[in-house]
């Protein structure tokens, strides 16, 4: 560590100089499930440090221990050089360091001048009371520092999306902090927006003060970052300088398998056209988007995350409605306005998030089976003794293994939880498949069954969409490849042409081109 | 370009008048200055002094208790127990009056009380994490057997007049409950926009999981605004007790509902974060307007009732409607 | 884990044999502060008055249960009582005068359920609101003036007794309790509210008609609380407006005492059917006992706080 390494601004960083924090062989466990075992981390002064892996990787646990909202069970945590433990997140402020996580943690009600000092001594007057001029001026200036024109005096919920995440620094920098961990910052910004906050991250580096980049957008990640850390399954897999790491090989350490095929697809026959969507948009989330799902085919939609493919599939599947555009099921036009209206078109949507969308924790495993088909095994309302039987035969032919049917179903691991998400699905008996990261969290064994199973549905007849962000998965599975950005198709693939470049470029808009002006 | 950077560019006085219109009391204050118009015109006796002081005098003491409710709702809370609280604070300082006479013993018991049964909602609500719907629900009752209990089922009569000022006194020329009612609107007002704890109140409702992350004592703050509920229930109390002269065993029966409907018609959101004290003294001055104007329109008192359960509909309503159209996230 | 805690744990998951041990020590105890307590004769009347806190309560259950609350119950039970009676009284022959009845029940809970639903406001502030509204429509629309001239088979309801000793609305209650458990256990609607109080999310995900089922279940307890109120006008013969008062603080306790979740997920009929029971047994034996009524109220208040604490405590423990 005696030679100076280049950051990507070119200017050289002193290696010898005190790491702003610096954990070291950080274990985490919840009940049983290790979230992050023996990870090392360190944050330099005047260095932007990406923090990248897939959902579940263990990041934003990581992060949680720094800011001091867990406690690690095993490992070190040092700030400045010096062994630190926190008790809450106002000890990490203390000591300099300021988490700005992804749903800000602002005071909607509360003006721009107020959130700054919320928890913090406030100036206070002569008589005593606190000094609204003086926040209002020290506001103004910290805006200003951060090249915004804002008035301190409206209140947040009134500023768009790109001027709370401005506050949300500036509160920060209130608290004089040493290290700023921003968790996926741009996810709600604009290109214009974006080079704005790279503007400010500048300017804090320039500071000494640290950044930790937490984002799934590669192109921002080898734009802005210094170093890059790469966490898998809560493990901590490699850290680079962004110099040594390329687009590709950070997606194959983030997803972990070398590029060759993890099952094998059968040959595909689609059919008619089972779902099709033309012109669906809903503001802010997506807009244009022309889908076609046909009977037998399997067709992957890849992107980042936050491109708006959860949303995509939420409006078909009628959790929230699109703003225009219309949805054809079996070639007529239908308008889908709840989940059961799409449940009768015989389409279904498994979520994303397990345990908070996907299951009934408390409930035993046949009944939430069976949750989705109550109707349907129902005899003048009430639940027909088959019920049992349907459960059991799901829990066979998708091998749920750990516990009994009549067991909660929070007593099983995650892979064997999603199969039963899945199960719920299957049971409907729909013609339409929505899955969202069907695979996610889920041990190789499990994740080999879901995609037989997937393959079976496919020849039975069955139209699916695959939402996932492993690429190995979609290219392995997908009929057609389609490819959102920001809201936007982007991309469309047979399955002979999509390739990890092809779809990358198509998803991040690629890193030869630049950030696009919007607006 | 985002309507801050407007308001920033845009003219001073323009921008102002448009921002007062979205501050919570807003609509109420609108509606109520309507009202006092609209009596006006009907009845020339209206816009006396004498009779504004005396519709002042008569919400009085719901208005004390709705400043000191506000803040129980601002923090994310609710309290439906001082009707029951009202009725024990007046047999406190009733029994003081009548034994030892005077007037600030008589204040002071009552205030002790209540102060009392203030700590007992906040300890239930924070340490024992019961909603405080449950807590002050059953609060409502309990105290109200207390209240039996102390007095055996006697009135208390015969308060002298001493101690009767709190509710019968006048200071130079105005009558003291009216004095009270603003010298404690001003003080929750000065509290609310100037102190630590008054702000704390704010940021606790609006988003108690930030507020916690922000290090605010989040339980101390819920805590402290029931004891001083408590607090201003006991001066509310005496107010009454100079009123009324006396203290029977369903003193303050219903009077929870309307201090809760004066709140919340006022503009100050039941979901916490959202409004003012001036929001809750002109909530309980709007609901003394309306039912003193039912009267003189001739609708029966028994009315009353029904009109404060539509009443607190609409407006929650209104809110939930303008919130929609508005755009605002919850 | 220490010793008692492990052992409380254990008889936390029977928590109705919990119940039926603190209905038994309160029956002894209640027998001891009065000789006339423990006859046959008493406790059959005992539950003439249960019976009307009991239906609503069957129906408070499944409210509470998705995490709801319903404190308009009372006012309702009045508003019902009144538009029997001055219907009756107006001239409507007495069937549809108690048909009208059960109708406005309905629509009372109705009206509280498009507020909640549709609106997506807190049951807390709808039913604090209609508490209100209801009462004061109830007495303001009849004042102080009652109507009790009822022909006499109308006090069947309320006043008869049915195979010699029992009283006629225990049949009722009864026939109640079985249609609501067995709604509750056996159908795919109380599959439906156990999973919206579980995680109202992931039951819209599996396409629970969720709006539907707080639809009905407001409505319903509506029309409990009506049947309630053509027993209770039946019983005291009289319908007036300013009835009713006090009884949602009843019906709460008895569903919270009976081991649902003030937060919704859990709650059994059982557990309701004990709690109503131990409450009016409470009630009952403090009044032969001599208690004052408003003495009652208070230790029912800290009754209700006292459950609620040692509900939330053991849920606790268990995380």
Redesign the interface.
């Known amino acids: 560590m005696s030679e100076p390494e280049e950051t990507s601004a070119g200017e050289p960083v002193a290696t010898g100089a005190v790491p702003v924090f610096e954990l070291d062989g950080v274990t985490k466990r919840f009940g049983g499930v290790v979230a992050v075992e023996d990870v090392a981390f360190d944050l330099r002064p005047g260095e932007v440090h990406a923090l990248v892996g897939e959902n579940g990787a263990g990041k934003s646990t990581l992060m949680k221990i720094v800011d001091g909202l867990y406690g690690p069970d095993e490992g070190t945590l040092e700030v400045g050089g010096e062994a630190a433990s926190f008790s809450s997140p106002r000890d990490a402020e203390a000591s300099g360091i300021a988490m700005i996580p992804q749903e800000l943690d602002l005071f909607p009600e509360l003006t721009v001048a107020e959130n700054l000092f919320v928890g913090r001594k406030r100036p206070r007057t002569r008589w005593g009371g606190l000094d609204w001029e003086a926040m209002r001026e020290e506001a103004r200036k910290r805006l200003t520092a951060l090249g915004v024109d804002l008035d301190p005096t409206s209140a947040v919920k009134r500023l768009s999306a790109a001027e709370q995440q401005i506050v949300a620094i500036a509160r920060a920098l209130v608290g004089e902090a040493r290290a700023v961990i921003m968790d996926e910052p741009t996810s709600s910004l604009t290109g214009r927006e974006t080079r704005q906050l790279f503007g400010i991250i500048g300017d804090l580096t320039a500071e000494d003060v640290g950044v930790v980049y937490i984002s799934h957008r590669l192109e921002e990640i080898f734009e802005i970052s210094d170093r890059i850390t790469v966490l898998r399954d809560g493990h901590h897999i490699r850290t680079a300088q962004a110099s040594e790491l390329d687009a590709e090989e950070l997606v194959r350490l983030m997803v972990g398998r070398p590029l060759n095929e993890l099952f094998t697809r059968s040959e595909s026959s689609p059919g008619e056209t089972a779902l099709e969507v033309r012109g669906l948009a809903r503001d802010g989330q997506f807009e244009g988007v022309d889908l076609t799902l046909r009977r037998g085919e399997i067709v992957g939609l890849a992107g980042l995350v936050g491109a708006g493919r959860t949303e995509l599939a939420q409006s078909i599947f009628g959790i929230n409605r699109p703003d225009s555009g219309g949805i054809f099921v079996d070639g007529e036009e239908v308008r889908i306005n709840s989940p059961q209206t799409a449940m009768q078109k015989g389409i279904f949507y498994v979520p994303e998030e397990r345990r908070s969308q996907g299951l009934i924790l408390p409930f035993s495993i046949k009944n939430n089976i069976t949750l989705s088909i109550l109707d349907r095994i129902s005899r003048l309302g009430f639940v027909s003794r088959s019920e049992r039987g349907i459960a059991d035969r799901y829990m066979g032919e998708l091998s749920i293994r750990g516990a009994g049917v009549s067991d909660p179903v929070s007593r099983l691991s995650g892979g064997n939880q999603q199969k039963v998400v899945v199960a719920k699905s299957l049971a409907r008996e729909p013609n339409v498949l929505l899955l969202d990261e069907p695979t996610r969290g889920v041990d190789v064994g499990a994740k080999s069954e879901i995609y037989r199973l997937m393959d079976d549905l496919a020849k039975e007849g069955k139209a699916i969409l695959l939402i996932s962000s492993e690429l190995e998965e979609v290219l392995s599975m997908a009929d057609r490849v389609l490819v959102m950005r920001e809201g936007r198709i982007t991309g469309e693939f047979p399955r002979g042409e999509a390739t990890q470049e092809s779809v990358m470029t198509a998803a991040t808009g690629g890193p030869e081109q630049e950030v696009p002006e919007n607006e | 370009m985002s309507e801050a950077r407007a308001q920033a560019a845009g003219t001073e006085s323009g921008a102002g008048f448009r921002r007062y219109l979205r501050r919570p009391e807003a609509p109420a204050l609108a509606f109520l200055v309507l009202l006092v118009v609209v009596f006006s015109v009907l009845s020339g006796k209206f816009l006396s002094v004498t009779n504004l002081e005396a519709i002042l005098t008569s919400v009085a003491v719901l208005g004390v208790i709705a400043l000191a409710v506000n803040q129980v709702v601002l923090c994310g809370e609710i309290d439906i127990s001082t009707g029951s609280m009202l009725g024990l604070c007046a047999v406190a300082g009733g029994a003081a009056a009548q034994s030892i006479g005077g007037f600030v013993l008589p204040l002071l018991a009552a205030v002790a009380v209540g102060a009392l049964c203030g700590a007992i909602n906040g300890t239930l609500v924070t340490l024992g994490r019961i909603p405080s719907i449950i807590v002050t629900l059953g609060m409502l009752y309990a105290l109200r057997g207390v209240i039996l209990l102390v007095t055996g089922g006697t009135w208390i009569t015969g308060v002298p007049n001493e101690s009767r000022f709190l509710g019968m006194g006048n200071v130079l020329g105005l009558s003291v409950p009216v004095i009270v009612l603003f010298g404690l609107f001003v003080v929750m007002e000065v509290a609310g926009r100037h102190s630590t704890w008054g702000r704390n109140v704010y940021a606790v409702g609006g988003n108690r999981r930030a507020a916690r992350f922000a290090g605010l004592p989040t339980d101390r703050v819920r805590f402290s605004a029931f004891v001083l509920v408590g607090v201003f229930v006991g001066v509310a109390s005496m107010i009454y007790m100079g009123r009324a002269g006396s203290v029977q065993t369903n003193t303050g029966t219903g009077l929870e509902l309307q201090v809760v409907a004066a709140v919340v018609i006022g503009g100050t959101s039941i979901s916490g974060g959202r409004g003012s004290s001036l929001a809750a003294l002109t909530g309980a001055i709007l609901i003394g307007v309306i039912l003193n104007g039912l009267v003189l329109i001739g609708v029966p008192g028994i009315w009353q009732q029904a009109v404060l359960g539509a009443l607190i509909l609409l407006a929650v309503t209104t809110d939930v409607v303008r919130r929609r159209l508005v755009g605002d996230t919850a | 884990m220490s010793a008692a805690t492990a052992v409380l744990k254990r008889l936390r998951f029977s928590r109705e044999l919990v119940l039926l041990g603190v209905l038994i020590a309160l029956i002894i105890v209640m027998s001891l502060l009065s000789p006339l307590f423990f006859t046959l004769g008493n406790m059959l009347n005992t539950s003439r008055y249960f019976v009307e806190v009991g239906l609503m309560a069957l129906g408070m259950t499944l409210i509470i249960i998705t995490g709801g609350?319903d404190?308009s119950v009372g006012s309702n039970l009045a508003l019902v009582s009144v538009a029997i009676g001055f219907t009756f009284a107006a001239g409507l022959p007495l069937p549809l005068a108690i048909l009208f009845g059960l109708v406005v029940g309905m629509a009372a809970g109705f009206f509280n359920s498009v507020?909640i639903t549709f609106?997506?406001?807190?049951p807390?502030?709808?039913t604090?609101?209609?508490?209100?509204?209801?009462?004061?429509?109830a007495?303001?629309l009849t004042?102080a003036r009652a109507v009790s001239n009822f022909p006499p088979w109308f006090a069947y309801f309320g006043q008869a007794y049915l195979l010699g000793a029992v009283p006629g609305q225990l049949i009722i209650f009864v026939l109640a309790v079985g249609i609501v458990w067995i709604?509750l256990s056996?159908?795919?609607?109380g599959?439906?509210v156990?999973?919206i109080g579980?995680?109202e999310?992931?039951?819209?995900?599996?396409?629970?008609?969720i709006r539907r089922v707080k639809v009905a279940i407001y409505t319903g307890i509506g029309l409990l609380v009506a049947i309630a109120a053509v027993i209770y006008t039946s019983r005291v013969y009289t319908a007036r407006g300013d009835v009713g008062l006090?009884l949602?603080?009843d019906v709460?306790s008895a569903v919270?005492l009976g081991g649902a979740s003030?937060?919704g997920?859990s709650g059994t009929i059982a557990g309701t059917v004990l709690g109503v029971v131990i409450i009016a047994i409470l009630r009952n034996g403090l009044l032969l006992a001599g208690v004052?009524s408003?003495?009652?109220?208070?230790?029912?208040?800290?009754l209700?706080?006292v459950a609620?604490?040692i509900n939330?405590f053991f849920r606790?423990g268990e995380e």
């Open positions: 609350i404190l507020f609106l997506d406001l807190h807390l502030v709808v604090l609101g209609t508490f209100a509204l209801f009462q004061g429509l007495y303001g004042g709604i056996r159908t795919s609607f599959r439906y156990y999973a579980n995680n999310e992931a039951a819209r995900f599996s396409g629970v008609p006090g949602e603080l709460i919270v003030i937060y997920g004052p408003t003495w009652q109220l208070f230790i029912l208040g800290v209700l706080l609620v604490f939330e606790r």
